[in-house]
């Protein structure tokens, strides 16, 4: 781990501070970056539960062989809820916080409709990065304030009880660097 990833790794962006948050070890999923330079955090409701439930916005988009299957994929923006005490905050929205340093209109995909993702409570778990040293590095000699705030790679890694991880939603940085291993 670099000192940069060290020194912004310890700092909570923003769209993170409204939860618990426990350092873990980036899920073994397909599609999501690894390394010491990847920060990954399990989230948890103030209330005390560390399951959660996640809500998205949903894009229909043709897979698979001459994309014949079509699938109701999950967008931004995320929501996470407690099933315990009802709390709903926003966890992710790149026209809000940023999606490979690009923020605001136009950032976002046009979605067709918005679903629960599982129907039960788990484990939730982000994780980014900050892969632009020297752009970083340089925010900081600048004294810009919230270098945490723009991060890269973010991705949301949802874990039912008794199942392995998947992948929520990844933006186009992860996807890169999965092609590239
Ligand atoms: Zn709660």
């Known amino acids: 781990m670099s000192d940069l990833i060290a020194l912004l790794g310890a700092r909570i962006p923003a769209n993170l501070a409204p939860f618990m948050l426990a350092n873990v070890a980036v899920p073994a ?7 010491a330079d990847v ?11 560390w399951e959660l439930k996640l809500r998205t916005a949903r894009r229909r988009e043709r897979r698979g062989l001459f994309g014949r299957r ?3 994929a999950p967008v931004a923006p995320v929501y996470a809820a407690c099933p315990v005490c009802g709390r709903e ?12 340093g690009r923020h605001g209109r136009g950032i976002r ?30 925010m900081l000699a600048d004294g810009c304030p ?25 933006d186009e940085c992860a996807t890169r660097r999965e092609t590239r291993v």
């Open 39 to 49: 920060v990954a955090r399990r989230l948890g409701c103030p209330c005390g539960s």
């Open 146 to 170: 919230d270098p945490q705030d723009w991060f890269d790679c973010f991705a949301v890694v949802f874990c039912a009880t008794g199942a392995p991880p998947v992948l929520v939603l990844a």
């Open 89 to 100: 905050v926003l966890l992710f929205d790149p026209a809000v916080h940023g999606w490979n």
């Open 29 to 35: 999923v397909r599609g999501l970056p690894h390394g």
């Open 109 to 138: 995909p046009d979605a067709d409709d918005e679903a629960w993702f599982g129907t039960a409570a788990g484990e939730v778990i982000v994780t980014y990065a900050y892969l632009a040293e020297d752009e970083y590095r340089a």
């Open 70 to 72: 079509m699938v109701a």
